[in-house]
């Protein structure tokens, strides 16, 4: 299960998880939600696949990686196959790559998952393939034309060993103000490095330290309408040389 391109995880420590409303989870660690209460299936439909250009970008491409700090219950995740699968070009193939320091459990994951009926089928394939003790890296074929990688352990650490590039990015690491780790310049850094020339990020957080830390990176930042009424978030292109 583990791939020669990442070092070996760390993340085999679960995070302590509180349950709000039967099915939203909550991270007592970090104190903050997963998703928007509103609705976070849409959410990630207007901040991370539309602040990325997406699905349009996938009417030209063979092959798209997208980067995901924070895989938390694989909602993006499954959002993103739903409308890949709707959208890709016969042929093309997906790459979801997604680094998390505490991997959920099948049990959680179906839990919170459970309220979108419009994700019922990549659900179900999801929690039966994950593994009953994440850890390293979680490969999965989540269908022929849709690979799914789950990096456990330290964002910065294991993206500083990765020798992947990516497309576009969903910076998803809970509010900056709770978990600064995943918004530092030097983890900003390096998602720039690793992104291909002309890809692109796309995050509800819209704080100014973190839309320094993008644009001292090297990327183009664009504030942008946020989901339900928040005002703004960010998206962005990596600058060329
Ligand atoms: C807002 S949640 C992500 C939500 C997720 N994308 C989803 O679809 O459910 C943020 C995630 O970042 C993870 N995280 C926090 N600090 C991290 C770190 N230093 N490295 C990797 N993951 C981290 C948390 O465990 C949590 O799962």
């Known amino acids: 299960m583990t ?16 349950w709000h409303d039967g099915d939203m989870p909550f991270s007592t660690a970090f104190g903050d ?10 959410e990630c439909g207007h901040v991370f696949l539309a602040g990325n250009g997406l699905p349009e970008r996938w009417q030209t491409t063979e092959s798209f990686t997208i980067g995901e700090l924070g895989f938390g219950t694989g909602l993006n995740a499954c959002e993103t ?3 890949w699968k709707e959208h890709r070009r016969p042929g093309a193939h997906l790459h979801f790559v997604s680094f998390e320091l505490f991997p959920m459990q099948a049990e959680e994951i179906d839990r919170a998952l459970a ?27 989540l269908d022929d034309k849709t690979r799914l990688s789950v990096v456990c352990g330290d964002a910065l650490e294991n993206l500083t060993a990765s020798t992947l590039t990516f497309d576009a990015w969903f910076l998803d690491g809970f509010a900056p103000s709770r ?9 900003m850094q390096r998602v720039h490095d ?3 020339e002309s890809g692109s990020f796309a995050t509800y957080a819209a704080a100014g330290f973190v839309r320094r830390n993008l644009i001292a990176a090297g990327f183009d930042v664009e504030r942008r309408p946020g989901f339900a009424g928040k005002r703004e978030m960010l998206s962005g292109v990596r600058r060329s040389a």
Request: net charge negative; hydrophobic share 30%.
């Open 3 to 18: 791939h020669s391109n990442y070092p070996p995880g760390t993340g085999d420590t679960q995070a302590p998880l509180a």
């Open 33 to 42: 939600h997963f998703y928007c209460q509103t609705d976070g299936r849409l």
């Open 81 to 83: 196959w739903r409308q």
């Open 115 to 141: 309220r979108w009926p419009e994700i019922d089928a990549e659900r179900q394939a999801l929690v039966s393939l994950w593994p009953t003790d994440p850890s390293g890296v979680v490969e999965i074929d």
């Open 179 to 187: 978990n600064s780790a995943m918004w530092s310049a030097e983890l």
């Open 194 to 196: 690793t992104t291909r």
